[in-house]
């Protein structure tokens, strides 16, 4: 999947209109269900938005086992989405490495569940 080298610009209003935020992932397991190999994860965003579950095709570079207590970014405010048997309610985000298998994103230094990227 080639990839272009920049998409058009945006206006800062519109980025601002992405709420990414920092949670910690605290359930993780397989998605068997999945159409593709998957994972699904309770994550804990903090007091503000709370616990929310999600769906990710991971499965190349990650376990359920290692990713318990880990950071990672995601939107949470797209609406919902019907993965399989689940309501995936953030979108965690990832990048595709050089095989096109997803490496997730996640800050270099704890932060606080519930941080928005700024």
């Not at 994860?41 to 709370?50: H, K, N, T, V």
């Not at 490496?103 to 700024?118: M, S």
């Amino acid at each position: 999947m080639s990839q272009p080298i920049s998409s058009p610009p945006i206006a800062f209003a519109d980025f601002m209109k992405v709420d990414i935020r920092i949670g910690t992932i605290i359930e993780a397991s397989p998605f068997p269900e999945a159409r593709k190999p998957a994972i699904k994860m309770l994550i804990d965003f903090g007091s503000e938005i709370g616990v929310k579950k999600s769906s990710a095709q991971i499965t190349a570079h990650y376990t359920p086992d290692i990713l318990l207590e880990k950071q990672v970014m995601a939107v949470v405010n797209f609406p919902p989405r019907q993965i399989g048997p689940i309501m995936s309610e953030v979108l965690t985000l990832g990048f595709a490495d050089e095989n096109e298998d997803i490496v997730l994103g996640h800050p270099g230094k704890p932060v606080p569940n519930g941080t928005r990227l700024i």
